[in-house]
């Protein structure tokens, strides 16, 4: 690698950074050049505001020969150190500004996780543009519209496939000036078109000058990235994240979970989950380079089963997962449960028994786990995390919609407390946090230092709208000052249109979504989300409940079984999960698939479902909230099948256009 100059080297002197004044509003802005004020009245708030160029330049300065990423290649991992990542990051940005990358226009990138998507974005952000993560799943022309309204000058893709996309839109781009190919050989031939090794050799044509004057220029109150929300319909909005939405969201947070750095211990992360995510952003990008962590990429398989095996070679020491991974995580330790022996199944259902109660007590009371449990410890739990490849991590997370009870609980009497936390992409993915401190379950733990929360408009039973405050609130809606307006009040509270309660102790519950709410004909308001829960509880082979009854007379629900997923497309399969046909066996039905269940009628199954919808019903306060009708899909909700979103939220509106035919049949004996 090359040397850097004395003036690279040297941390900024902080009077050299520009004043920050907010320009227009306070808190906000719509505008892609816009500043804003900072939220630092907090004394955790007011720490020195940096820009992105900054965080990463003082990590390399500090832990410059420690490992920063790696990537598995055929003939073993490439490795990049960090003061190499930092000189990588600045070869792109050099390269960016030589294709024509305009100050306040965007670099897409679109592709699987690898080094070269983190570079291109940092790359981007350092030479004065927005990194702008496009889901590889993304149609062309939800792309266009991300394109056209980012000003997208640079488009950065992995594989001819999503090279194709571009090109069939790229005649409707009227700022687009090149595309960059990161992966494969190239098989198409473009006159703006460039390899990684072209693109970076471009950066030769650009001084180190010329780049520091384009850094020193950055505010960090001034936009560096845009997030694009998943909309169903139009062009999806673009939440504008400033330099220190991400910088100061990214310290706080590793400040709360206690994260170690180099030389007392190095973090090790395995990136998996899409970086279009903000989250998974966060925990990947933004969070490793804060700590000095080792950042290794999993294969672009990882979702249809060799995640496991990089996580055994890798052995992380922080993991996160989405839903469908934690469940697929249990499934796969219950199915090696299974194939045990009856007195090692025996060894675990103790050891199980009281990791759960060692556990809740801990919770509650802070207390010390018993004399056995270390012998627990060592029959059980150390063995079922090393299976996992799990047996170094000290953080689990969740990330997304939360896990149900049962999920939550089964780790837990592993001694693997999952933490669930709050965010969305307009509090730069993060609010609210479990800590090992802090940590009740089901619960999404307290706001992080220096930021705020508080519930409005209280319900009978305590549950409100909430709203948030702190640092890493995002900046705007870019170019919509009307949505951005009514997102931000002048005081710079952020409405979430999310539902849910603070107990006494701070910790926060999220009970649904403005938007989830289900009217009766009768007038009466119904948050579905806690009798779906419910009854998830109440039928554990069930894997989703959807209630709907929106201007019916009463509420019915739609009922999916857990089942297999095949592993190449991501479908569900017919064949139950063996968690599904264990408990079959225990009520004595040998149903082992969904058709089993549903065309055949399987009394013994639907029998349980009855008692357990009838269980459900009995625990709500109001007639209005039963679930009169109910029905079992002929297949599980998927993100192929457009059930569920990236991140395995559920999206009621596509459930209730795809079972259209299901919802009215509940009603069509009706007449209302």
Not at 132 to 148: R, Y
Not at 301 to 312: P, Q, V
Not at 421 to 447: V, W
Not at 589 to 595: A, D, I, K, P
């Amino acid at each position: 690698m090359g040397t850097m100059s004395s003036k690279k080297l040297t941390p900024k002197d902080k009077d050299h950074r520009p004043e920050i004044k907010a320009r227009g509003h306070r808190y906000w802005t719509s505008k892609r050049d816009g500043e804003v004020q900072l939220r630092q009245e907090d004394a955790f708030a007011s720490q020195p505001p940096v820009t992105v160029h900054d965080m990463v330049m003082n990590t390399a300065i500090r832990y410059a020969n420690y490992i920063a990423l790696g990537s598995k290649h055929r003939n073993g991992w490439h490795l990049l150190t960090y003061i190499e990542y930092y000189e990588e990051c600045r070869r792109a940005a050099k390269a960016f500004l030589k294709l024509g990358l305009q100050r306040f226009h965007s670099v897409g990138i679109m592709g699987l996780n690898s080094e070269e998507w983190v570079i291109a974005s940092i790359g981007a952000i350092m030479a004065g543009g927005f990194s702008v993560g496009i889901l590889s799943t993304n149609s062309p022309k939800t792309c266009q519209g991300i394109a056209e309204s980012s000003e997208m000058d640079i488009i950065v893709v992995d594989n001819d496939r999503q090279l194709q996309k571009i090109i069939q839109i790229q005649g409707y781009l009227k700022h687009l000036k090149a595309i960059v190919q990161y992966k494969e050989e190239i098989r198409t031939q473009l006159h703006n078109l460039y390899s990684w090794r072209g693109f970076l050799d471009l950066a030769d044509g650009v001084s180190e000058d010329t780049l520091d004057q384009v850094i020193d220029s950055q505010k960090p109150n001034q936009c560096c990235a845009l997030v694009y929300s998943m909309s169903l319909t139009g062009t999806p909005k673009a939440m504008m994240l400033s330099h220190d939405n991400i910088t100061w969201t990214t310290e706080i947070t590793a400040q709360s979970l206690s994260y170690k750095s180099p030389p007392e211990k190095q973090e090790v992360l395995v990136s998996y989950l899409p970086l279009s995510y903000l989250a998974a952003q966060l925990f990947d990008m933004w969070l490793s380079i804060s700590v000095a962590g080792a950042l290794y990429f999993a294969q672009p398989d990882a979702l249809r089963g060799s995640l496991i095996d990089t996580l055994r070679e890798v052995k992380p020491t922080i993991f996160y997962g989405v839903p469908w991974v934690w469940d697929r995580l249990l499934d796969t330790l219950k199915s090696s449960q299974l194939a045990s022996t009856p007195l090692r199944r025996r060894v675990d259902k103790w050891a199980m028994w009281l990791g759960l109660r060692a556990n809740r007590r801990r919770m509650l009371e802070q207390a010390h786990p018993p004399l056995c449990f270390s012998v627990a410890k060592k029959l059980t739990f150390n063995l079922a995390r090393r299976f996992l490849g799990l047996h170094r991590c000290r953080h689990y997370f969740n990330l997304g919609a939360g896990l149900p009870g049962a999920t939550l609980e089964y780790f837990l009497s592993l001694n693997m407390p999952i933490r669930e936390l709050y965010g969305l992409a307009e509090s730069t993915g993060i609010h609210t946090l479990s800590s090992q401190e802090d940590f009740r379950l089901l619960s999404c733990g307290k706001s992080l230092p220096g930021t705020r929360t508080r519930t409005q408009k209280e319900n009978e039973e305590g549950t409100g709208d909430i709203h948030i405050w702190g640092r890493n609130v995002f900046m705007g809606y870019l170019n919509d000052e009307e949505k951005t307006q009514e997102k931000i009040d002048v005081y710079g509270w952020m409405r979430t249109e999310d539902l849910g309660f603070l107990d006494n102790d701070e910790f926060l519950y999220v009970l649904g979504n403005e938007k989830d709410i289900i009217t009766l004909s009768s007038g009466e308001k119904i948050n579905p989300n806690p009798i779906e829960e419910r009854v998830k509880r109440c039928i554990p082979i069930v894997h989703y409940v959807v209630l709907v009854g929106q201007d019916a007379p009463y509420l019915c629900a739609l009922l999916t079984l857990k089942c297999q997923v095949n592993m190449d497309t991501g479908e569900p399969r017919n064949a139950l999960t063996s968690e599904a046909v264990a408990f079959c066996r225990q009520l004595k039905s040998q149903s082992t698939r969904l058709s089993d269940i549903v065309y055949d009628r399987d009394p013994v199954v639907m029998d349980f479902i009855s008692q357990g919808i009838d269980a459900a019903n009995a625990q709500v306060t109001s007639d209005s909230a039963k679930i009169v009708k109910w029905t079992i899909l002929e297949t599980d909700f998927s993100m192929v099948g457009g059930e569920l979103g990236p991140t395995t939220k559920l999206r009621r509106a596509n459930v209730a256009k795809i079972y259209q035919p299901e919802i009215e049949s509940f009603y069509e004996e009706d007449e209302y």
